[in-house]
């Protein structure tokens, strides 16, 4: 069976500050991660997927298959990516494993 | 385009009594899916159809919680009797179908349960 651990409930950093948002996950197969994320108020939706290797809104992250770890960057935070951020596993038939999520302040 | 609608928005009942969802996804979306959170933990994943057939129903507690897709558009899902412990949010969700990776999940605004 797949899992996912955000260990973070929480992460407050500063604006311009780097932000690193954890994400392991355990699953035998060859997995697909993404980050989903819901803004204040807003539907859950997909910030990036790892297939895709883009950066989206200055957030990058890389699948790390040494340290099952799928961790989200951003170099430069701002007060505009305060949000829940769930990491996610896909496995076969598209169903998705959610971490327990990870909210993001980000402080003037 | 359209997003996934889901109604009611809020629902309040009290224990013991039944309750019922519905589920509007993306034109086009065969798969559909249903996922509950609970306060403070991500979504868990209850069902997932393909058209009208279903995918995975492994997590979803059969002895109360049933779920339909009749014409492989429209879903419900209910709940009888509902249990202090269901309270959380029902999420419905929608993607399009393929056999070659994962497919971007597009998500509703959620039916928010309390159950007294």
């Known amino acids: 069976a797949q899992r996912v651990t955000q260990p973070e409930k929480l992460l407050s950093v500063f604006k311009g500050a780097p932000v690193e948002l954890k994400c392991n996950y355990s699953?035998?197969?060859?997995?697909?991660l993404f980050w989903y994320v819901q803004y204040s108020r807003q539907r859950l939706q997909l910030l990036l997927r790892?297939?895709s290797r883009e950066s989206i809104k200055g957030f990058t992250a890389d699948l790390n298959k040494g340290e099952t770890s799928f961790h989200l960057k951003k170099p430069f935070a701002q007060e505009e990516d305060s949000a829940m951020y769930y990491c996610?596993?896909?496995?076969?038939?598209?169903?998705?494993?959610f971490g327990g999520g990870t909210r993001l302040m980000v402080k003037p | 385009e359209a997003g996934v609608a889901q109604s009611p928005r809020y629902k309040i009942i009290e224990k013991r009594q039944s309750v019922a969802f519905w589920c509007n996804p993306i034109?086009?979306?065969?798969?559909l899916y249903w996922y509950q959170q609970i306060l403070g933990q991500g979504p868990k994943l209850l069902i997932q159809?393909?058209?009208?057939?279903?995918?995975?129903d492994s997590q979803l507690p059969k002895d109360r919680f049933s779920a339909e897709r009749l014409k492989g558009v429209d879903s419900t899902l209910k709940i009888q009797p509902a249990k202090l412990e269901d309270s959380a949010v029902y999420l419905c969700?929608?993607?399009?179908?393929?056999?070659?990776?994962?497919?971007?999940?597009?998500f509703g605004p959620g039916t928010r349960l309390t159950v007294t």
């Open positions: 790892h297939i």
């Open positions: 159809f393909q058209n009208n057939g279903v995918v995975d």
């Open positions: 969700a929608s993607s399009q179908f393929g056999t070659s990776g994962a497919y971007e999940q597009y």
């Open positions: 996610a596993l896909s496995a076969a038939g598209n169903m998705l494993t």
């Open positions: 034109s086009g979306h065969a798969t």
């Open positions: 699953y035998s197969g060859s997995p697909e």
